[in-house]
T-cell receptor, first 114, second 111 residues
Framework: DSGVTQTPKHLITATGQRVTLRCSPRSGDLSVYWYQQSLDQGLQFLIQYYNGEERAKGNILERFSAQQFPDLHSELNLSSLELGDSALYFC?????????????FGPGTRLTVT | EDKVVQSPLSLVVHEGDTVTLNCSYEVTNFRSLLWYKQEKKAPTFLFMLTSSGIEKKSGRLSSILDKKELFSILNITATQTGDSAIYLCAALIQGAQKLVFGQGTRLTINP
């Protein structure tokens, strides 16, 4: 158990809908990362937040957005869902201190778009 | 474009064998190389390598980084069925702090 929690574990929804995935980082970690894992693309970095501020963006679609709240939990919002958005979505956290760059992953949310 | 390539993509061995997994990278602003083990769901952290030539060990697993040749290897000795998993390597990009992952090596250990 990494200490990173994600909810829900599974989500099934229809095309065109909007969903919100939630992540709580490990205690003391200020940085949260979102990744998407699909069979054909592997693990892809989406976005990073550090202490409430967006720090880095990867291959995140415009239909997707995220935020990190004052209590450091983060939400990833996916809208106008398409079949191709079906994937495992992971959240990871890290301390981001001088020695704490390891990222620890949560259990993931499996999204199925039908 | 930042790229991480792992080989082999798949490996099947017998319990007790020693395996070597390879990871090469071509990224700008490289900071560190990380190895993860992914069984059913979440990748679990194994090693982070920042300096060249310094081996990191944890039980039967060890890893080393060569920053001149831009690769890393992960060794597993005396393999056990519980070592069966997908092993992912990832390059940590300085500044952006993002991880760029390889495709993974699917390791199967047969009894």
């Amino acid at each position: 158990d990494s200490g990173v929690t994600q909810t829900p574990k599974h989500l099934i929804t229809a095309t065109g809908q909007r969903v919100t995935l939630r992540c709580s980082p490990r205690s003391g970690d200020l940085s949260v990362y979102w990744y998407q894992q699909s069979l054909d693309q592997g693990l892809q970095f989406l976005i990073q937040y550090y202490n409430g501020e967006e720090r880095a963006k990867g291959n995140i679609l415009e239909r997707f957005s995220a935020q990190q709240f004052p209590d450091l939990h983060s939400e990833l919002n996916l809208s106008s869902l398409e079949l191709g958005d079906s994937a495992l979505y992971f959240c990871a956290s890290s301390v981001e201190g001088t020695s704490g760059y390891e990222q620890y992953f949560g259990p993931g949310t499996r999204l199925t778009v039908t | 474009e930042d790229k991480v390539v792992q080989s082999p993509l798949s490996l099947v061995v017998h319990e007790g064998d020693t395996v070597t997994l390879n990871c090469s990278y071509e990224v700008t602003n490289f900071r560190s190389l990380l190895w993860y083990k992914q069984e059913k769901k979440a990748p679990t952290f194994l090693f982070m390598l920042t300096s060249s030539g310094i081996e990191k060990k944890s039980g039967r697993l060890s890893s080393i980084l060569d920053k001149k040749e831009l690769f890393s290897i992960l060794n597993i000795t005396a393999t056990q069925t519980g070592d069966s998993a997908i092993y992912l390597c990832a390059a940590l990009i300085q500044g952006a702090q993002k991880l760029v992952f390889g495709q993974g090596t699917r390791l199967t250990i047969n009894p």
